[in-house]
């Protein structure tokens, strides 16, 4: 499975703990790629490659949140070989953790990101416990706008989860990034009809413009009826050590006519409670106005 | 098995961070091995009863029902229970997989543990004989004839117990060393999180990464020695022999009984008591026994919550004794531990009685007896 992708000598402590295990797990439960049509949505192997996802027809005309994602995603070539599935369960960019340091994440008693004198421009603003590393997956706050299903297959049969629970919480185990337990494997990927063609947003903000890892993604899938917000899903990633859904701003907006004051006001509520670090106080704002967006857009859909 | 687990930290130093969980296993096998080993040698290798070493009450003018742990003490008890059992439980459900947001509600149950234990500790140095839970020579002396009878000694004289034995005592100052030390480092270990009492500062005190190595290993170890220390006192908490001790803790009161059947009325004076043997100097603690007499239950002395009417060298009288001995409460003073017109000896004998009184020791045959007195007054 695609978390293989993420592993390389140096990050030996990170999980998958090796690549034979990995592949057992693939040997025993299939392999499952591509893109298939079911009566309530659609299923994504985990192993479709982001290529895949990005350039499908099906998936650009009904769920372009999904497809904006991918195509937003490193580069062409990673992109190639990268999977959904991959994308969605990779480690945490945090470079202390990266570097090896003995960190909470790494089993450790110290986050040497939230120190006085850390560089912590890229990491969390809320959410934190202990750890301040943030998820790195683009695709992960299209999926829950979508309010994806993931399948997970392990020795004690199969388990659905929904997408943003699918994402570990430092307060739960400060070690592990997602759900997934030893001999565990993300294999399916299930997207309901339910956000089918509706109005979608994605914006990924990087420091470049191409391979690089977001600093905030903002995903958002509004139904709209006589020119009111019906219905709303709104995720973000980049501010937690998980992608989070902003269910006080769903509610701000629900029912009400979009427009770029009320994206503020959605935006103020979504930020509400953020602890910003030393260096990453231009989080909330970033944060505020691309809440602002994702609601102005719809307005202008 | 490994002990600690260590890395290396950014300047490349080896440091501690933390304990092996081999360890938690380790607790969780020595408890689990205590308690059958203890179980198999109660059912089938266990010795008859042992030989009355005399002290025994005759249980003559004793109520039915004698007080045992007054209503502050077993709040007290089932609320730093509870908070040990969840913070036991948060500490290592997570190692073995279960898996939920146990932080926050560790550090809850950490500061309410911390608060029980400082209420606890207040308390017992002001309202309860402090010295009632320290290891005495009778208690040693009362230990190693246990021993010996529980080898099989058979014959072997067994002193009966003061309110606490030895057994307890040893089980609760293994639980204050290990409690405390583990709230101690707790409270350094907070600085680490966000709390409502304020966000993390890990580098509030400056301390090293080795240092702070040293303080979870030490948490680390206090927390499974608890662990092994609550396994090991469920086990007997629950074993049906012990059971009328457990519901003491539950409804406050033993059994007549059980009280002449396992305590020494010199050692646990009990208003209204009749020792079997006087065995006490005259003019020292002779109201026991007297029918007015005023002997503070060391249930008062002790400290019952309620009992704080009495001064410190008595403690006698209040909500104890009129379970215990009715209408025997006495105002408590000096004059209260002599109690009536067995008060004899006057101030000094008084006051060793209310030493008796307030540490379940009876001023015996034996200097130190007097002693123990002496010093509890």
């Given at each position: 499975m695609a978390v293989i992708r993420d592993m390389i000598p140096a990050f030996e402590l990170f999980q998958p703990t090796n690549v034979e295990d990995t592949i057992e797990l693939l040997d025993r439960y299939g392999e499952d790629r591509g893109v298939r049509t079911t009566p309530d949505g659609v299923e994504i192997g985990a192993l479709t490659t982001l290529t895949n996802v990005a350039d499908h027809p099906e998936l650009t005309a009904d769920y372009s949140v999904l497809t904006d994602a991918a195509s937003h995603i490193a580069t062409p070539q990673i992109r190639n070989r990268g999977t959904l599935g991959g994308n969605l369960s990779q480690d945490t960019r945090c470079w202390y953790y990266r570097g090896g340091w003995p960190c909470y994440r790494a089993g450790g008693n110290t986050c040497y990101a939230s120190a006085p004198t850390a560089m912590n421009r890229e990491h969390c603003i809320s959410g934190s416990s202990r750890c301040v590393a943030v998820n790195p997956s683009d695709s992960a706050s299209a999926l829950i706008a979508l309010d994806a299903k993931f399948v997970i297959r392990g020795s004690r049969g199969e388990r659905v989860v929904d997408a943003q629970d699918y994402f570990m919480r430092p307060s739960v185990d400060i070690e592990r990034m997602t759900i997934l337990k030893p001999g565990e494997l993300l294999t399916t990927i299930r997207i309901p009809s339910t956000w089918a063609k509706a109005t979608f947003y994605y914006e990924k903000i990087e420091d470049r413009k191409s391979w690089d890892f977001a600093l905030m993604t903002i995903a958002s899938a509004i139904r709209m009826s006589g020119g009111v917000i019906q219905d709303v899903r709104l995720a973000v990633n980049g501010v937690a050590p998980f992608p989070v859904r902003l269910e006080k701003a769903e509610q701000v907006v629900r029912g009400r006519t979009p427009s770029d004051d009320l994206g503020m006001e959605a935006g103020t509520v979504a930020t509400e409670g953020a602890q910003p670090l030393r260096h990453n106080a231009y989080k909330i704002d970033l944060m505020r106005n691309l809440v602002r967006r994702a609601i102005r857009n719809s307005a202008e859909a | 098995m490994e002990l600690w687990r260590r890395a290396a930290n950014p300047w490349g130093q080896d440091v501690l961070i933390g304990i092996s969980w081999d360890l938690m296993w380790a607790a969780v096998f020595a408890g689990l091995a205590f308690t059958l080993a203890h179980a198999v040698w109660a059912k089938w290798l266990a010795p008859a009863a042992s030989t009355d070493a005399g002290g025994g009450s005759s249980g003559a003018g004793l109520p039915a029902q004698i007080l045992r742990h007054a209503l502050s003490e077993r709040v007290f008890h089932w609320v730093m229970s509870a908070a040990m059992l969840v913070l036991l439980i948060t500490a290592f459900a997570p190692v073995i997989g279960i898996q939920f947001a146990w932080v926050t509600i560790h550090w809850i149950a950490g500061l309410i543990l911390t608060a029980t234990i400082v209420y606890h500790i207040i308390h017992a140095v002001f309202w309860q004989d402090f010295w009632a839970m320290w290891v005495n020579k009778a208690d040693i002396e009362a230990g190693l004839a246990e021993l010996s009878h529980m080898v099989g000694r058979n014959g072997t004289e067994v002193p009966k117990a003061a309110k606490y034995p030895i057994d307890h005592k040893m089980f609760h100052h293994g639980a204050s060393v290990s409690g405390l030390t583990a709230i101690v480092t707790g409270i350094f270990m907070m600085l680490r999180i966000d709390t409502w009492l304020g966000a993390a500062n890990p580098y509030l005190l400056d301390i090293t990464d080795s240092t702070w190595g040293v303080v979870y290993v030490v948490h680390g170890i206090s927390g499974v020695a608890l662990f092994g220390l609550i396994i090991t006192h469920i086990y007997f908490a629950i074993r049906p022999d012990k059971w009328w001790i457990t519901k003491s803790m539950i409804y406050g009161f033993i059994g007549q009984d059980k009280y002449v059947e396992n305590f020494d009325p010199n050692r646990w004076a009990i208003p209204g008591a009749a020792p079997q043997e006087e065995r006490v100097p005259a003019g020292v603690g002779a109201s026991l026994g007297s029918d007015d007499a005023v002997v503070g239950s060391s249930d008062a002395a002790v400290g019952s919550g309620d009992v704080e009417s009495g001064s410190n060298d008595t403690a006698a009288g209040g909500g104890d004794l009129a379970v215990g001995g009715g209408d025997a409460a006495?105002?408590?003073?000096d004059a209260a531990a002599g109690g009536g017109d067995a008060a004899a000896g006057g101030g000094d004998a008084a006051a060793g009685g209310g030493g008796a009184a307030a540490t379940g020791e009876s001023p015996s045959d034996s200097d130190d007896g007097l002693n123990e007195s002496e010093a509890a007054s």
């Open positions: - | 006495a105002s408590g003073g």
